[in-house]
């Protein structure tokens, strides 16, 4: 599965984002699909992942980040809300190992930054 991110940008504290993350090379309602982030410094940690009707967050933005798919576009979005600055990162998807609800596998896209300003 190839995967383009989009959506990224500078944005005050509070503020809202919508990232999109088209698919393309498989068959992508078979997936499922996570969002993923990496920090200056940091390791690349899990954000969010969907099934059918199924979703998984980190502690860290439930309650403020919304993933949904819409299997005809082959994309994958993650509305975030109520941003702080910690949630600066480049942000990926990727797809999710069968059975797990956050295990990334396959090749990783170029990501999309998302910056949040104080």
């Known amino acids: 599965v190839q995967l383009v991110e989009s959506g990224g940008g500078l944005v005050q504290a509070g503020g809202s984002l919508r990232l999109s993350c088209a698919a393309s090379g498989r068959t992508f309602s078979n997936y499922r699909m996570g969002w993923f982030r990496q920090a200056p410094g940091k390791e690349r940690e899990f954000v969010a992942s969907i099934s059918g009707g199924s979703t998984y967050y980190a502690d860290s933005v439930k309650g403020r980040f919304t993933i949904s798919r819409d299997n005809a576009k082959n994309t994958v979005y993650l509305q975030m809300n109520s941003l702080k600055p910690e949630d600066t990162a480049v942000y990926y998807c990727?797809?999710?190992?069968?059975?797990?609800?956050?295990?990334?596998?396959?090749?990783w896209g170029q990501g999309t930054q998302v910056t949040v300003s104080s």
């Open positions: 990727n797809t999710i190992v069968y059975g797990s609800s956050n295990r990334p596998f396959g090749s």
